[in-house]
């Protein structure tokens, strides 16, 4: 089992700037990628921003100039770094991980929690 332990959400004024992190620990034998989602009841999930093992990225247009994801390696942890907060940008932030198990064999996507980022105007 994988664990995904987000923090860094909050409550910004627009223009602002926060940064997620998600650490990743548990029965990992390698992260094949680590994303962002966000969550609205009128949107549902979308992607906000990806990186592979490989440091491919990937970003929604909506974010592409603001948002930066990037990972550390060495403690499985992934960044969203926000800048330029719209009140657009509020949802709930979920954290994704794709990895392949070894003891399984299989490549299992885990999520976290959520975070919440409120962006007031």
């Known amino acids: 089992q994988v664990q995904l332990a987000e923090s860094g959400g909050g409550l910004v004024q627009a223009g602002g700037s926060l940064r997620l992190s998600c650490a990743a620990s548990?029965?990992?034998?390698?992260?094949?990628?680590m994303g962002w989602y966000r969550q609205t009841p009128e949107k549902g999930r979308e992607l906000v921003a990806s990186?592979?093992?490989?440091?491919?990225?990937n970003y929604a247009d909506s974010v592409k100039g603001r948002f930066t994801i990037s990972r550390d390696s060495a403690t499985n942890t992934v960044y969203l770094s926000m800048n330029s907060l719209k009140s657009e940008d509020t949802a709930g932030y979920y954290c994704?991980?794709?990895?392949?198990?070894?003891?399984?064999?299989?490549?299992?996507?885990?999520w976290g929690q959520g975070t919440q980022v409120t962006v007031s105007s």
């Open positions: 994704n991980a794709r990895v392949f198990s070894a003891v399984s064999f299989k490549v299992l996507d885990y």
């Open positions: 548990g029965s990992i034998s390698s992260i094949l990628a």
């Open positions: 990186i592979t093992s490989g440091g491919s990225t």
